[in-house]
């Protein structure tokens, strides 16, 4: 979760709705998101069964709300003083779904739809400092930008089936991952370029497999797609297609279109999917991804490991050792050598340049929300949000909550960070001090 300020200027705001299915319904109504707009004067909260609410900020006074919405997502996006919303409304039967954008004038709050397809806008990727949108759907990438008048403009790029988009952390390259479900070799990658707005290249899926044995069909699971910062390399999960189901990681040079390192992660039957999605350290160079209870980084250029962390072994003076105990994630802290290893039985902080065993946490975060000048990062757990220095973890203040924290966001340069949750209830608070400045409700 990124926040972005900016001193002066307009905005429009781009939220992407997912409506429920069936398996959602019983999850409790709660606030998943919350975004601050560039010029830190109004704040925009989503979530599941709640309305989308704009408001006032730091005076929490109501501006609009859009009932019976059920929503992830809202981005902020530079322009004039519109928003925009793209949603997918489910109608019919859960399969069948139709997409629209709308365009809302801050001011008459008048509602002028610009774009509609018979289909869900499967997904959407937010660029750097929140210049640009791109969204998919079963036919076509979408690019939403704003003019130098803040005028919403659209580009339709002929890209079908796009699993999942993916950008460079610069917002200059965008990436496509296709394929038919079912249909192996219908996958491919596309290559745009998000300044001409041009497809550039493709790479196939005889390429993409290009190093690994020849008499296995795979698959790659598409929602753990990593891409380099550089846009020169890609990392992937592939699963070998059929019975067995093992995970491989593969890495993929994108100028060369050639397999640069693959690794074999395992299969569900030890509990080491390997569907877990890889992490670049900023350089670019490095790779970290999970095994099971191991964690491994490896160095791109010559494909050899580079630091090997065995959660287990490493801190068993602090937990008791399972055999269920799998990495949930990891990723590196941006600009910094440092790697989060959240886990079934705390959070690991490791640095990737030093011998030295991680850190330990005792903590199960069921998020981690860090701070655009990396000082402090939010560990979401229960009803409690603790906040914690960068790189340490060392405790700065323990925000409690009525009702189960879901997602937070720091504001001010990280001295003060807004919560929210199952309780409803926006909540700003004093890091330095711990005390809340502000409260106030969102309609469910």
Not at 334 to 350: R, W
Request: charged letters at 25%.
């Amino acid at each position: 979760m990124k926040i972005h300020h900016h001193k002066t200027g307009w905005f429009i705001l781009i939220a992407l709705f997912f409506a429920s299915c069936s398996a959602s319904d019983f999850t409790p109504t709660h606030i998943a998101k919350i975004e601050l707009s560039p010029d830190g004067k109004r704040v925009a909260a989503s979530g599941h069964s709640v309305d989308l609410s704009f408001w006032s900020f730091p005076e929490g006074k109501e501006e609009k709300s859009y009932p019976d919405h059920d929503h992830y997502n809202p981005a902020f996006i530079g322009g004039e003083n519109n928003f925009i919303i793209c949603k997918s409304n489910r109608y019919g039967t859960p399969l069948k779904w139709v997409g629209k954008v709308t365009s809302i004038n801050a001011s008459d709050k008048k509602e002028i739809a610009e774009i509609s397809w018979e289909s869900s806008c499967w997904e959407s990727v937010v660029s750097a400092k929140n210049k640009f949108m791109a969204g998919s759907n079963p036919e076509n990438v979408l690019l939403l930008k704003t003019d130098a008048k803040g005028a919403l403009r659209k580009k339709e790029l002929k890209v079908s089936n796009s699993q999942q988009l993916a950008l460079t952390p610069d917002g200059n390259w965008l990436f496509s991952m296709q394929g038919t479900m079912g249909k192996p070799k219908t996958q491919k990658i596309t290559k745009i370029n998000t300044a001409s707005e041009k497809i550039e290249s493709s790479i196939s899926y005889e390429e993409m497999i290009s190093g690994l044995p020849k008499e296995e069909d795979y698959e790659y699971v598409s929602p753990y797609t990593s891409i380099g910062p550089k846009g020169n390399y890609i990392a992937l999960i592939f699963k070998v297609y059929g019975f067995s189901s093992d995970h491989i990681l593969v890495v993929v040079d994108l100028n060369d279109k050639k397999t640069i390192y693959s690794s074999l992660l395992g299969g569900p039957s030890n509990f080491e999917t390997g569907s877990i999605r890889p992490s670049f350290h900023f350089s670019g160079n490095l790779l970290a991804f999970s095994r099971g209870n191991k964690v491994e980084v490896i160095d791109l250029k010559t494909g050899k490991t580079a630091r090997e962390y065995n959660i287990i072994s490493d801190n068993s003076r602090f937990i008791t050792p399972s055999k269920f105990m799998t990495v949930t994630s990891q990723w590196f802290i941006p600009g910094t050598d440092y790697l989060l290893l959240p886990s079934q039985k705390g959070l690991f902080i490791a640095d990737v340049s030093s011998d030295e065993k991680p850190i330990f946490l005792p903590v199960t975060p069921f998020g981690i929300v860090l701070s655009e000048n990396q000082k402090y990062f939010a560990l979401l757990h229960g009803t409690t949000a603790e906040i914690r220095r960068i790189p340490k973890g060392e405790l700065v203040a323990s925000l409690k909550h009525a009702k189960d924290v879901v997602t937070a966001v720091f504001i001010e340069n990280g001295n003060k960070i807004i919560t929210g949750g199952q309780s409803l209830d926006l909540i700003t608070w004093d890091i330095k001090t711990g005390k809340i400045e502000k409260k106030w409700k969102v309609n469910p």
